[in-house]
């Protein structure tokens, strides 16, 4: 079902929390210094199943519990402050809204513990070879893996909550509930 951003906001908006199932298109952002691919048009296909609609406070504490760092019920984290953005008015923990500098919007879902079935990578438009999917891969920067205040309250790497936001622009199709949607 084709949908525009602001109908897909308020679809979320009604969800409750579920399983959500993910095609992602995007940008792969590279180091360029030494990259003979630095000048080609990289993408990469995602698929990914993914939790939506929890309260990550909540979840997180939930695992501290799990982990015997606090007891049932207790609140050990505290969520930051976005570090981009805002919540859209009755949807904190599910869309974020965010205006960059030049004026333009732009929305993401935020999900979590995202598990990944498929990533493949083009350049320029074509699936890359095992080569080039190895350069790239080495070009990509270190991302930060695991989150620095849930390790502050004990939580090891394996047993902390993932965070994943989504750019509605990078969605090729969701499954929210049994129904597909592709954002226009």
């Not at 930051?80 to 929305?107: A, C």
């Not at 493949?120 to 080569?131: I, P, Q």
Request: hydrophobic share 30%; with cysteine.
């Amino acid at each position: 079902m084709k949908v525009s951003k602001s109908e897909f906001v308020e679809i979320l908006l009604r969800e409750n929390e579920c399983t959500i199932e993910v095609q992602t298109n995007s940008s792969v952002k590279m180091n360029k210094k030494g990259n003979p691919l630095k000048d080609s048009n990289v993408t990469k296909q995602q698929s990914f199943e993914a939790i939506f609609g929890r309260n990550y406070e909540k979840m997180v504490n939930e695992s501290a519990s799990n982990n015997d760092i606090c007891k049932e019920g207790e609140q050990v984290f505290k969520s930051q402050k976005l570090p981009y953005g805002e919540w859209v008015e009755g949807g904190v923990d599910r869309v974020i809204k965010h205006t960059n500098k030049e004026g333009k919007e732009k929305f993401y879902i935020r999900c979590y513990n995202p598990i990944y079935k498929s990533t493949e990578y083009y350049v320029n438009g074509l699936k890359a070879t095992k080569e080039e999917e190895e350069t790239i891969k080495s070009f990509i920067p270190n991302k930060k893996s695991e989150s620095q205040s849930q390790k502050e309250i004990g939580l090891e790497k394996e047993h902390q909550v993932s965070v994943n936001n989504i750019d509605f622009d990078n969605i090729v199709e969701i499954n929210v509930n049994g129904i597909v949607y592709k954002i226009d």
